[in-house]
Structure formats: structure tokens, C-alpha cells
């Protein structure tokens, strides 16, 4: 789990620790809990395709890499509301498809239960920057980032919620919803940005 604030002067939290770990160890412990019986054969498939997880490698920088699982996220979104991806110049189109490939395959409740898998990896690769370097400045703003969608995905799951009675289908929102509401409010805790050091007032 993400311990941003095993330490008592960690830099990126702003009060004490106790209850930001118990959330964060509730939002790792959520893919391991929230499954259903008739969803135990998604804990078998990847979150993610051959080459998103490629470009997760080849990112070893954590915000970056946040980027990754992010778009990663997104893309699913778009598949489940029928959203149309934007529309880049060719020789954009081709790039990005060579990057990231076809799109992810699969039910509605399967592309739900990846998004899951993808909040929980992501906050895996927090955690693990942040037991090796607590005062990384990459931290707070990866936290920052994940935080800023994860608002945006509740909007789009409360409204997911509300179209289906799928039995499967809810019981993965409700697992996205739980993972992104700790996301939330762990990222809520996080202290204020400090100022670019580009933005201080030039002398006199």
C-alpha cells in the first residue's frame, strides 16, 4: 500500500498518517476483496494489453508512467460509452497505434474490472517510488494526477450505474468506484504544490 506518511516529516502530507494509511491500505486491499463469484475468471485476464504494459515498461519515470495507466483508463471509458476517440491527422493516428495498438477487447463488466486493476497498479508504482524515495517531488504530483481523473471517473460511474441492472457490470463499477473514492481523498491530503522556482520574483 501507498505510506506516504510512514515517516512523521514526510514531505508530501499535511497531518498525520494513521487514517491516510488506512485508506490507502483499503484501496490496494479492494482488488483482492470487492470481486464477486461471477467475476473471479477477470482476476485471469490483464488489465492491460501486451503493449500498454510495454509502454509501462518503457516509462520508468513515475509520472510518465501515471500518464500511461491513465490513457490507459481512458480508453476503456471511451469503448464502454461508445464515445468515439479523437480523430488525429494520419500520420498521427499511425503513431499512436503503433504505440498503443488495437483497442482493449471485452464485455462492459471485463473493461470495468481492468480499469480497477489499472487505479490499483497505479497506486502500486506510487507506493513502491515512495518506499524507496519518500521525499521525490514525483510522488505528490503522480498523486495529484491520478486524483485529478479519478473525480472525472466517478462523474462517468455514477452515470454508468444508473444505465445497467447487469449484476456483474454493477459489482465492477462499485469496485472502480471504491478504488478511485480512496484515490480521492488520499490525494486531498496531499500538500499544496510548491511554486516554480522559474515564477519567483526577479530582483530589482
Same mark, same amino acid.
Given at each position: 500500500?501507498? $505510506?506516504? *506518511?510512514?515517516?512523521? &516529516? +514526510?514531505?508530501?502530507?499535511?497531518?498525520?498518517?494513521?487514517?491516510? +494509511?488506512?485508506? @490507502?491500505?483499503? #484501496?490496494?486491499?479492494?482488488?483482492?476483496?470487492?470481486?464477486?463469484?461471477?467475476?473471479? =475468471?477477470?482476476?485471469?485476464?490483464?488489465?492491460?494489453?501486451d503493449?500498454e504494459?510495454?509502454?509501462?515498461?518503457? &516509462?520508468?519515470? @513515475?509520472?510518465?508512467?501515471?500518464?500511461?495507466?491513465? $490513457?490507459?483508463?481512458?480508453r476503456?471509458?471511451?469503448?464502454? !460509452?461508445?464515445?468515439?476517440q479523437p480523430?488525429?491527422?494520419?500520420k498521427e493516428?499511425?503513431?499512436?497505434q503503433?504505440?498503443?495498438?488495437?483497442?482493449?477487447?471485452?464485455?462492459? #463488466?471485463e473493461?470495468?474490472?481492468?480499469?480497477?486493476?489499472?487505479?490499483d497498479?497505479?497506486?502500486?508504482?506510487?507506493d513502491?517510488? %515512495?518506499?524507496?524515495?519518500?521525499?521525490?517531488?514525483?510522488?505528490?504530483?503522480?498523486?495529484? *494526477?491520478?486524483? #485529478?481523473? =479519478? %473525480?472525472?471517473?466517478? %462523474? *462517468?460511474? =455514477? *452515470?454508468?450505474? !444508473?444505465?445497467?441492472?447487469?449484476?456483474?457490470?454493477?459489482?465492477?463499477?462499485?469496485h472502480?468506484i &471504491? &478504488?478511485? %473514492?480512496?484515490?480521492?481523498?488520499?490525494? =486531498?491530503?496531499?500538500?499544496p504544490?510548491?511554486?516554480?522556482?522559474?515564477? $519567483?520574483?526577479?530582483?530589482p
Amino acid at each position: 500500500m501507498i $505510506k506516504l *506518511a510512514d515517516h512523521p &516529516n +514526510n514531505p508530501h502530507m499535511d497531518r498525520p498518517p494513521s487514517k491516510v +494509511n488506512r485508506l @490507502l491500505g483499503v #484501496a490496494i486491499a479492494a482488488a483482492a476483496f470487492f470481486l464477486t463469484p461471477g467475476l473471479a =475468471s477477470a482476476q485471469t485476464r490483464d488489465h492491460l494489453t501486451d503493449q500498454e504494459s510495454e509502454l509501462v515498461r518503457d &516509462n520508468q519515470q @513515475l509520472d510518465k508512467r501515471i500518464e500511461v495507466f491513465i $490513457k490507459a483508463v481512458d480508453r476503456r471509458f471511451a469503448i464502454i !460509452n461508445g464515445t468515439p476517440q479523437p480523430t488525429p491527422k494520419k500520420k498521427e493516428k499511425d503513431k499512436d497505434q503503433e504505440e498503443w495498438g488495437e483497442l482493449p477487447k471485452g464485455t462492459r #463488466a471485463e473493461l470495468l474490472e481492468d480499469i480497477a486493476g489499472i487505479l490499483d497498479e497505479a497506486i502500486t508504482n506510487i507506493d513502491d517510488v %515512495n518506499r524507496r524515495d519518500e521525499k521525490n517531488p514525483l510522488i505528490s504530483r503522480s498523486m495529484r *494526477a491520478l486524483a #485529478a481523473v =479519478s %473525480n472525472r471517473y466517478l %462523474n *462517468a460511474l =455514477s *452515470a454508468l450505474k !444508473n444505465q445497467t441492472r447487469d449484476v456483474d457490470e454493477l459489482s465492477a463499477i462499485e469496485h472502480v468506484i &471504491n &478504488n478511485a %473514492n480512496e484515490i480521492v481523498e488520499v490525494g =486531498s491530503k496531499l500538500r499544496p504544490p510548491a511554486p516554480d522556482s522559474d515564477k $519567483k520574483k526577479k530582483k530589482p
